[in-house]
């Protein structure tokens, strides 16, 4: 019986357009990979916030999967990729983006269209910036190079800990409020994003999905994060998605990367907040 390593690099599903998990070592560190569509097509990076995983981008995925070929990974310390051994180092965004450049060797994409969602963005950003002709274009799913302070100090305060839950039922409950910002549309996409969050821990109870070390590393680093000098060397076209109700990217610092990059395309959307969750036709539409 083959063991988790012997399955680096192959399917775990019925190839297709449908979705298949791989994993590849990147940087030294087994990652999951999240495949939809056929090799050959387009390539479109899809990469998740700091405290999520490959599986937000599937609604979007599956309907873009005709057309595209997509990898969405599990950064390092999340969902089924590795942990990090030095997370000080590791756990930051520069190391982030040379486990993607890796990602981009090992499948033979030369250039691709990147979508991230917070700290994916973010990647996205040092990625163009170290390897500029791998990045056709960037969507920055309510990230930039500023973040409101009052909105990181929320987010350390929910993701400093390592609480433990009982049940999914409870997982979905806490979920409700922390991701209210996301603009899930029903039960069934958040019963889906609390299943996916959790992982069994020896107890049998309940953890989030990830390195409790990646919420330290977040919480002793993200006050000296300024992005401005990489986002204004940025060659590639830009599209901005702001939620209207974010607090973490407001109108303020919105205004700012639009006065640096006057031809960002800007496109608000309502009813969302810190990260429109890119759930439905008209954001897909439009992406």
């Not at 995983?53 to 999340?78: E, H, K, M, W």
């Not at 590795?82 to 983006?97: H, I, K, L, R, S």
């Not at 409700?176 to 039960?187: H, K, M, S, T």
Request: glycine share 8%; proline share 6%; charged share 25%.
């Amino acid at each position: 019986m083959s063991n988790h390593a012997d399955l680096a690099a192959k399917s775990l599903s019925t190839p297709g357009r449908g979705v298949r998990d791989v994993f590849v070592k990147l940087c030294g560190y087994e990652t999951r990979i999240r495949q939809w569509g056929t090799p050959g097509k387009p390539v479109i990076v899809m990469v998740h916030g700091l405290a999520r995983l490959s599986t937000d981008f599937d609604i979007l995925a599956r309907q873009l999967a005709d057309d595209y070929f997509i990898l969405c990974p599990d950064i390092v310390g999340r969902g089924y990729s590795a942990w990090a051994q030095n997370p000080d180092e590791e756990y930051v965004p520069g190391f982030y983006a040379a486990q993607m450049i890796e990602m981009l060797d090992h499948f033979n994409i030369d250039h691709c269209s990147w979508v991230g969602t917070s700290m994916g963005g973010i990647i996205g950003m040092v990625v163009a910036d170290v390897a500029p002709k791998r990045i056709d274009r960037i969507l920055l799913n309510d990230i930039g190079p500023e973040l409101a302070q009052d909105a990181v100090d929320r987010i350390k305060a929910y993701v400093g800990g390592t609480p433990e839950f009982a049940s999914i039922a409870e997982i979905d409950a806490i979920m409700r409020v922390i991701y209210a910002p996301f603009g899930l549309e029903n039960d069934a996409e958040w019963a889906e994003l609390a299943m996916y969050s959790a992982r069994r821990l020896p107890n049998g109870k309940y953890a989030m999905h990830y390195d409790p070390r990646v919420m330290e590393v977040f919480r002793d680093q993200i006050d000296d994060y300024d992005g401005w000098d990489i986002f204004n060397r940025l060659s590639c076209p830009l599209t901005m998605f702001s939620g209207v109700q974010s607090d973490l990217v407001p109108e303020t610092i919105v205004k700012k990367m639009q006065a640096a990059k006057p031809e960002m395309h800007l496109v608000s959307l309502e009813n969302c907040g810190h990260a429109p969750y890119l759930n439905t036709r008209g954001q897909i539409r439009i992406g």
